[in-house]
């Protein structure tokens, strides 16, 4: 095994269920820890729950039940949901889990002793819905109201524990501006970023007083609860704090919505800093990339549960239900918001990918192929031998080495529209290689069947090739394919930790002649909208 793949997503929050936003990052993470499953690499792939809100406590006293039990229900949802989409994360870490909180006491007690925590006070304007402050030229701006809710910012005044931001300002620059070490993408992101913190850091409390219980204390002071948010930025540590999993870190991938890029690219990094200095540390270090994407709106406009364009559990499962789970991941990761604009979710656009690009191209050319292969050889993979002439000095292990070159460049910049279509260019090619050399035409004519054998073989190899570089995506229609085509032992391979080799199995020629092919159900038939 050559090395090691770390990647996240934000730990969501319990106050409600799961929705389309929380499905979408955790399932572009799920595409790149197969990738790099499939690379060999030792993956670990974290997802989870950040429970210590107030608006946890808040929505659990409207639905009438304990904070906790509202907290449990949810996480499962949360758990539940990932589980029935095929996420294969390798932990779900909750914060309300002893071995988080201990472990952030432990943080947190490590930078009290050295002075990177202190104890201050604050006043500034309160956003109760993000659980932030908000800086006063951003408030002003948004005529004291919520940028994200619209709701009246709240003065507030506080007696807290405040975090040493401030010292951390140069060093943050300076690591960002060069991005060898950590870095943030998208680069307009990234440059935002580096803006705010040349107009200067402030520290920033990081502890709270009131009447909620709820969260975790700060070690020696019971009267103050560890902020929610620098309690949740840990998680990514606390997780694999461990013997065992200390060699994950740092992290390779955080990815994360836009709308928490501060709290990821300025402060985490800061305390990372802070706890890495100290004696015993040094392993503790920066993450390699902070990967921000943007929104999803719903048919045109932003989300919301008034207008009813909600994309909320009950759809999600709808989709997965009427498309396929497959369908539902490959279009949330081929064609969603990961750079810098916003994508559509509407059922239209929804239905012409499925059909273009999984009935049309992937499922029609594997029907096409396994049918030829059952008609013309009775289901048993030919012998490769002479191409047809009509072929045209075809070169397929050239045609396989471009998009397997695509493939991996747009898989290593994030690019996963661009890697699934490297990978739909093989079938695509297999397509006019059909066309161009008809072997059911050929098949017609005396003595032609050798021909008409290397054609089918070529296609099996070519989308043998195509279904490996397809597996992130389509994980469970790609096993039904290996299964139908004597390559089960792909899945087995990859079950195990490391065992992919996709350096090896996508070359050239692997495919042995008279393994059975079999046709079956199209994987992906052809959606017919129903008529109004
Ligand atoms: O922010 N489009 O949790 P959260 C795309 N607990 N992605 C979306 C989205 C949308 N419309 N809406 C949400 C929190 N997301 C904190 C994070 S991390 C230490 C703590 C996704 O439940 C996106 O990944 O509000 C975003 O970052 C995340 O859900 C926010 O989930």
Redesign the pocket.
Known sequence: MSSKFYVT?????VNGEP????V??TAIADVLARYHRLLGEDTFFLTGT?EH?AKVVDSAAENGVSTQEWADRNAQAFQDTFDRLGMTHDDFIRTTQDRHIERVQSYVKQLLDSGDVYLGEYEGWYDAGQEEYVPENKAKESDYKSPVSDQPLVRKTEKNYFFKLSAYGDALLQLLGSGDVFDVQPTARKNEVLARIREGLNDIPISRTGSSDWGIKVPGDDTHTIYV?ID??F??LSTVDTDDRRKYWSTDVH??????LW??AVIWPAMLLALNKLPGNEWIRLPRLLYT?????AEGKK?SKILGNFIDLAQIDHYAETFGLDALRYFLTTN??LGTT?SDFAESKFIEVYNTDLANTFGNCFSRVSNMTARYFDGKLPEPGEEPESANGIEHDRVIDKAVRDYTKAMKSLELSKAADAAMGIVRAVDSYIEATQPFQLAKQDGKLPQVGTVLYNCAESLRVASLLLWPFLPEKVQEMWQRTGCGHYADALADRGGGDLDNWRQWGQSQPGSEIQKGDPLFPRFQPAKA
């Open positions: 997503t934000p730990i969501y929050y929705h389309i936003g929380h979408y990052t950040d809100a948010w949740a930025l998680n990514y990815l994360i919505g836009k709308e928490i709290f990821h994407h943007s929104q999803w709106i989300m969603g918001p916003d």
